[in-house]
C-alpha cells in the first residue's frame, strides 16, 4: 500500500471534553493530530467550532500547540461542541456528547477539497458523519487518491450501520476496539468465530488492506497483507484512558510512515497509548523520549 506522500489530514470533531478534573481539549480527530504533530509528522487538522468562547480558546489551544487552524471554520449559529466525560472506578471513560453543534455542520469549500487532494493520508472517524449535513462533506473528501483511514467511534446513538458502511466503502485501514469488531460481526450474525476469524472476515467483507484491534490494557492486533502481529501492551499506571486510542493510532501511522515493520509499528503504538493513559486528558505534554522508556520496557 502506497501513501503517495507524507501529507496527512485529519477530519472531525473538535471539542471540549468535560472530565471531574476540569475542561481539557479533545475529540478523536484532534487528539490523533495533535500527537502526530509532536511526533513530528506533516498534519493538519479540519473541524468546525462555535464563534463563542470555547471556539476561541480551541483554536488558540491548537496554535500554542503548533497546529494551523487554516481549516477549522467558524459556524456563526452553532456552538462549540462539549462531551461529558464520567470516569468509573478504573478510571475508564464514558460520553455525553451534546448536538447540535459546530462540527456537525463542516462545510465543503474549495480551499478544503485541495488540501484533500493534495494529502497522502486522510483519517477520519465514524462520529463526525453522525449529521447528514458534515457527512455529505466528508464522503466528497474522500474522493481521491489518498490512502484512507477510519477510526471505529461507536458511541451511542452514533453507531448507524447504513453511516458507517457508506464510510468503509472509501476506506483502506480501520482501527476499531475489540467490542466494535463484535458488533460489526453482530451485523451479518457471525458468533463462535475466534478474533483472527473474525478480522479475516471483516477485512474481506469491506476490502480492507489494514486492520487493527485495540484491546485496551490487553494489547492490540494488526493484520496486514494476510499477516496477523499482535503485542500484549504496556503495563503503566493508568490516569484516566481518554485519548489514549487516539495516541495508539498516531504512533501507528507515524511508525507506517517512518517505514518500520508492522511489528515495530504495533509496539510504538502501544508504548504511544499507555503513555497518554498514564497521563491526565487526551493531549498531555511529552517527549518522545518517555514513549522510548515505556518501548524498552516490556
Same mark, same amino acid.
Given at each position: 500500500?502506497?501513501?503517495?506522500?507524507?501529507?496527512?489530514?485529519?477530519?472531525?470533531?473538535?471539542?471540549?471534553?468535560?472530565?471531574?478534573?476540569?475542561?481539557?481539549?479533545?475529540?478523536?480527530?484532534?487528539?490523533?493530530?495533535?500527537?502526530?504533530?509532536?511526533?513530528?509528522?506533516?498534519?493538519?487538522?479540519?473541524?468546525?467550532?462555535?464563534?463563542?468562547?470555547?471556539?476561541?480558546?480551541?483554536?488558540?489551544? +491548537?496554535?500554542?500547540?503548533?497546529?494551523?487552524?487554516?481549516?477549522?471554520?467558524?459556524?456563526?449559529?452553532?456552538?462549540?461542541?462539549?462531551?461529558?466525560?464520567?470516569?468509573?472506578?478504573?478510571?475508564?471513560?464514558?460520553?455525553?456528547?451534546?448536538?447540535?453543534?459546530?462540527?456537525?455542520?463542516?462545510? +465543503?469549500?474549495?480551499?478544503?477539497?485541495?488540501?484533500?487532494?493534495?494529502?497522502?493520508?486522510?483519517?477520519?472517524?465514524?462520529?463526525?458523519?453522525?449529521?447528514?449535513?458534515?457527512?455529505?462533506?466528508?464522503?466528497?473528501?474522500?474522493?481521491?487518491?489518498?490512502?484512507?483511514?477510519?477510526?471505529?467511534?461507536?458511541?451511542?446513538?452514533?453507531?448507524?450501520?447504513?453511516?458507517?458502511?457508506?464510510?468503509?466503502?472509501?476506506?483502506?485501514?480501520?482501527? +476499531?476496539?475489540?467490542?466494535?469488531?463484535?458488533?460489526?460481526?453482530?451485523?451479518?450474525?457471525?458468533?463462535?468465530?475466534?478474533?483472527?476469524?473474525?478480522?479475516?472476515?471483516?477485512?474481506?467483507?469491506?476490502?480492507?488492506?489494514?486492520?487493527?484491534?485495540?484491546?485496551?490494557?490487553?494489547?492490540?492486533?494488526?493484520?496486514?497483507?494476510?499477516?496477523?502481529?499482535?503485542?500484549?501492551?504496556?503495563?503503566?499506571?493508568?490516569?484516566?484512558?481518554?485519548?489514549?486510542?487516539?495516541?495508539?493510532?498516531?504512533?501507528?501511522?507515524?511508525?507506517?510512515?517512518?517505514?518500520?515493520?508492522?511489528?515495530?509499528? +504495533?509496539?510504538?503504538?502501544?508504548?504511544?497509548?499507555?503513555?497518554?493513559?498514564?497521563?491526565?486528558?487526551?493531549?498531555?505534554?511529552?517527549?518522545?523520549?518517555?514513549?522510548?522508556?515505556?518501548?524498552?520496557?516490556?
Amino acid at each position: 500500500m502506497e501513501i503517495k506522500n507524507n501529507q496527512i489530514l485529519c477530519i472531525g470533531e473538535v471539542l471540549w471534553d468535560r472530565l471531574p478534573s476540569g475542561a481539557k481539549p479533545g475529540g478523536a480527530p484532534m487528539n490523533v493530530a495533535l500527537h502526530l504533530n509532536a511526533i513530528g509528522q506533516n498534519v493538519s487538522i479540519t473541524s468546525r467550532v462555535g464563534n463563542d468562547e470555547p471556539g476561541k480558546e480551541l483554536k488558540l489551544f +491548537l496554535e500554542k500547540s503548533g497546529m494551523s487552524t487554516e481549516f477549522i471554520q467558524i459556524d456563526e449559529h452553532l456552538p462549540t461542541s462539549e462531551v461529558l466525560v464520567h470516569l468509573n472506578e478504573n478510571n475508564n471513560a464514558t460520553y455525553e456528547i451534546c448536538e447540535p453543534v459546530a462540527w456537525d455542520n463542516l462545510e +465543503l469549500t474549495d480551499l478544503l477539497m485541495t488540501k484533500a487532494r493534495e494529502a497522502g493520508l486522510l483519517i477520519y472517524g465514524t462520529l463526525a458523519s453522525r449529521n447528514p449535513m458534515s457527512g455529505r462533506t466528508i464522503m466528497r473528501l474522500l474522493e481521491n487518491d489518498a490512502v484512507k483511514l477510519i477510526d471505529v467511534n461507536f458511541r451511542k446513538p452514533y453507531d448507524s450501520q447504513e453511516v458507517v458502511e457508506r464510510l468503509l466503502e472509501k476506506t483502506d485501514i480501520v482501527k +476499531l476496539y475489540d467490542e466494535e469488531l463484535v458488533a460489526f460481526a453482530q451485523w451479518y450474525n457471525k458468533h463462535r468465530h475466534d478474533e483472527q476469524s473474525l478480522v479475516k472476515w471483516f477485512a474481506s467483507q469491506y476490502n480492507l488492506k489494514m486492520v487493527c484491534v485495540t484491546k485496551g490494557d490487553k494489547g492490540a492486533l494488526l493484520y496486514c497483507e494476510g499477516e496477523f502481529y499482535e503485542h500484549p501492551g504496556f503495563k503503566v499506571n493508568a490516569v484516566d484512558t481518554v485519548g489514549a486510542g487516539d495516541a495508539f493510532l498516531a504512533g501507528l501511522i507515524a511508525s507506517l510512515l517512518d517505514k518500520k515493520s508492522p511489528a515495530d509499528a +504495533l509496539a510504538y503504538a502501544c508504548a504511544t497509548g499507555a503513555f497518554v493513559a498514564s497521563k491526565a486528558g487526551a493531549t498531555p505534554e511529552y517527549h518522545i523520549n518517555e514513549i522510548e522508556q515505556i518501548l524498552g520496557n516490556i
